[in-house]
């Protein structure tokens, strides 16, 4: 077998064929939507408000089912919401892990996975830290933390960096980064944002309009394409 038909055999992360959604009686959210991810690191959409990102992340985490087409993932995904306060629901850092975590561990296993998954995103020893006292930041990282305490290898953030500071909305990409590129085992991240610039830090980047998604490219390229034309650039 040559080396294109072998990497051609592996199953890429995720697969979506002919996704077909539609909220109520309104107009297709998702009509015959097509993605697939070729293989480990962090992805970007882009699009504008109501071209059915969120929707797409939803389906594809297994919280609405759609009414045709296909989704296949290897491994199991996780949702991280733009507001983690929307997904944090136990008192403290520790209880809140120890709601995702895998059946069939032992309480040490268990305890494990809690401090590793802390420490991988840069909150060691908090498990006792009451969840409220924590700043947005650190929040977004808690959520992060439940996905990889849970197992999951396809992490799904839905604008997750919208609601935080400059220095956070950095940590966060940073850390999303590192968790796709880490060896051995990179997790795949496909990452919905509004905002530009983080297109600089992707392996690939798509437009998603009107439930379609377009072709992967590079984050710079389709940057360029979406940012404003500088103050008389359309003369020049
Ligand atoms: N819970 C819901 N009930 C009814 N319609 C919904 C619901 N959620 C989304 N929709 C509709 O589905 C369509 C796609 O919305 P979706 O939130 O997926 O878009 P989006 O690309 O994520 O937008 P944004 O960038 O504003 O977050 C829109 O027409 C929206 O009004």
Redesign the pocket.
């Known amino acids: 077998m040559t080396a294109a038909a072998t990497s051609e055999a592996v199953e890429p992360p995720l697969r979506v064929e002919g996704l077909r959604f ?3 009686e ?2 297709l ?2 009509s015959d939507c097509q993605l697939r991810i070729p293989g480990p690191g962090l992805w970007m959409l882009v ?12 389906l594809i985490a297994g919280l609405l089912t759609p009414t045709a087409g296909t989704i296949t993932c290897q491994g199991r995904p996780a949702l991280v919401f ?1 507001n983690p306060d929307h997904q944090l629901l136990l008192p403290s850092c520790g209880s809140d892990l120890q709601l995702g975590l895998p059946e069939g561990l032992d309480d040490r296993a268990r305890a494990g996975r809690v401090a590793s998954a802390l420490a991988q995103v840069g909150l060691a020893g908090l498990q006792q830290r009451p969840i409220h006292t924590l700043s947005g930041g650190q929040k977004q990282r808690l959520a992060i933390a439940g996905a990889l305490a849970s197992a999951a290898t396809l992490l799904l953030l ?2 997750p960096t919208a609601l935080l500071d400059p220095d956070s909305q950095k940590e966060v990409l940073e850390l999303i980064h590192r968790l796709c590129h880490r060896s051995p085992s990179p997790l795949t991240a496909l990452w ?1 944002t ?1 905002r530009l610039e983080e297109l600089e830090c992707c392996d690939g980047a798509a437009r ?1 309009e009107a ?1 379609t998604i377009g072709p992967w490219q590079s984050g710079e390229s389709l940057r360029r394409s979406l940012a404003p034309l500088p103050a008389g650039g359309a003369e020049r």
């Open positions: 539609g909220w109520g309104g107009a959210a998702l699009g504008s408000n109501g071209s059915g990102k969120s929707t797409l992340l939803r733009q839905d604008e919905i509004h998603m439930g």
